[in-house]
């Protein structure tokens, strides 16, 4: 999806968070939200298809289909701030320890802040501080995604 390396970015004034969701049945997203000269932007990709596997290897065959950026506002990037916040994000394991699942989706929170670079890694989650801290970007991001269709998982 063509989006920058959060290890290199890591300094003093680079604040931001990116959420992949690399979905086995849909296409992959990518929602980056961070301070820029502007104030707050986003960014959300979305890919065209999924990944194909050919004797168990990938193919990548997908292609971006969405990227748009907006700005985002003091209350929206404070709402993101304070869900994330309730979430301990910033001391929350990067993975659970639990087996990874051969369907689903990966859950991928990334931060910047200051010195510092986390990631949080979870298979389809489902609810909690860390699965609404997602959910909200996805809906700041506008991509259009039909729960009714599982396509939320």
């Known amino acids: 999806m063509a989006e920058p390396s959060f290890q290199s970015v890591v300094n003093g004034n680079v604040e931001a968070y990116r959420f992949l969701w690399l ?3 849909h296409p992959g997203v990518a929602i980056r939200v961070w301070k820029c000269s ?3 932007c986003m960014t959300a990709k979305q890919l065209d298809s ?5 004797d168990r290897k990938v193919v990548p065959s997908a ?3 969405i990227n748009h950026s907006h700005s985002l506002s003091v209350d929206e990037w404070n709402g993101f701030l304070a869900v994330l916040n309730r979430s301990h994000f910033w001391s929350t394991p990067t993975v659970d320890g639990k087996p990874m699942a051969n369907d689903g989706a990966e859950w991928l929170l990334e931060g910047a802040k200051e010195s510092q670079y986390h990631i949080v890694a979870r298979q ?3 609810d909690g501080d860390y699965y609404d801290a997602c ?3 996805l809906k ?4 259009k995604v039909d729960v009714s269709k599982r396509e939320l998982y």
């Open 23 to 25: 979905r086995s049945f």
């Open 124 to 126: 389809s989650s489902t």
């Open 140 to 143: 700041l991001s506008g991509l």
């Open 50 to 54: 999924v990944d194909k596997y050919i």
């Open 135 to 137: 959910v909200f970007l």
């Open 38 to 40: 502007q104030g707050y």
């Open 63 to 65: 292609k971006l289909a």
